[in-house]
């Protein structure tokens, strides 16, 4: 299983650097480089922090554009590149939320709990990272420095929601790498832990 993951994370990476690069090539398009280009990140961090944090989620994938360019911008904001290794972590941790949340269903249950569906538990921590970096409207009680860690957060989390929320939208396959392309990475690592979709 770790092969697995680790060529699912490799394929990964290259997606988001592609999606990262188109992403950047249209900012460029509206403003060159430098703090023109700056407000334009920062114009589509604020956006799409508040689109992802005002909806809920769906089934159709709405949230799958706004989260890519939450998270292109978030990186670009820092300065940070998605490798291998931070899909790698991320794959993991949805893998092991979801066989650890149909092992402890019946458990919760008893009890008369529920237990969240592994995407809204990421959506929940995501939208509290965008509230305290400060990026969707609200206010943040935060200095600039723990902003900046909010928002690091924010793509952890963001991260952690997209590979999850791919496996909950009912979206037919296609030649495209979308959300049910990341789904199809992800139904083999589930298969191999003992989850199923």
Known sequence: MESDIKAAAEQLRDWFDNVSRLIDASWSSIAPEGPHRDAVVLDAL???GRVISQN???REGKLYTPLCYFLAAACRKLGVSLGVGHWRAALD???H???GRMSSSPEFAAIGLEIDRPAALFKQELDEAITQ???AGGGSYLDKEN???ALGLAINWGMRLLLAYALECSISSSNRKDLAWIASLMAPLLAASGTSR
């Open 46 to 48: 604020r956006r799409n």
């Open 56 to 58: 809920e989620l769906d």
């Open 93 to 95: 941790n949805v893998v």
């Open 97 to 99: 939320l979801q066989d």
């Open 133 to 135: 970096a400060g990026i």
């Open 147 to 149: 902003r900046q860690v």
